[in-house]
Structure formats: structure tokens, C-alpha cells
Nanobody, 114 residues
């Protein structure tokens, strides 16, 4: 099973930006699809964005136009660039490597507050 490690969370004011990073220790990383999820207290864990090996991306309606997912296959890393952040974006953000040998990271807290 792969190891997945997220970083980059923190406290940001509304309208601000953050970039999350997800490092996946997988030999065949470039073949993996990877997704970012988030979970706020009392809510289910929802898919925010995903990126496939081809570079194709998908986004939840709530973040379209504000978030951008990208990958660097040489660094085994997937990024989530978050802009125009809103208080409702506050959540623990999780990275997931899909597939039979995939796995979840431990999560990184993002708090949007003035």
C-alpha cells in the first residue's frame, strides 16, 4: 500500500489563498489517479477535485473556478491551489491515491476565518 502525506493547511482570511501538497510514495505514481477530499465537522467526506494520469481533472461545483488541481509526476506530488477561499471551505482536507494499492493521507486542516 502506498503512503500518502498532505501538507500546506493553515489559517487564512476569507478571499485568501492556500496551496496544499500531497506526496504519494508509489512506484507507479504517474499511473495513479489522485483526489482531494474534505470533511467538515458533522458532514460527510466529499470529493473536491481529482486528477487522472492523463491530466484530466474534475471538480465539485462548489469549488469550480476557485480551486485548481495539478500534478508533478517527477516529484510524486499532487497540488491543490485554493483561491478566493470562503468560510465554508473550512475543513480537514484529505488526499487519496486511487486503485487497489491506494490509500488516504492523515489530513491537513484548512480554516478560513477573519
Amino acid at each position: 500500500q502506498v503512503q500518502v502525506v498532505e501538507s500546506g493547511g493553515g489559517l487564512v482570511q476569507p478571499g485568501g489563498s492556500l496551496r496544499l501538497s500531497c506526496v504519494v510514495s508509489a512506484k507507479f505514481f504517474r499511473e495513479l489517479a489522485v483526489g482531494w477530499y474534505r470533511q467538515a465537522p458533522g458532514h460527510p467526506r466529499d470529493l473536491v477535485a481529482s486528477i487522472f494520469s492523463s491530466g484530466t481533472t474534475n471538480y465539485a461545483d462548489s469549488v469550480k473556478g476557485r480551486f485548481a488541481i495539478s500534478r508533478d509526476d517527477d516529484q510524486n506530488t499532487v497540488y491543490l491551489q485554493m483561491s478566493s477561499l470562503k468560510p465554508e471551505d473550512t475543513a480537514v482536507y484529505y488526499c487519496r491515491a486511487f486503485g487497489p494499492s491506494g490509500g488516504w493521507g492523515q489530513g491537513t486542516q484548512v480554516t478560513v476565518s477573519s
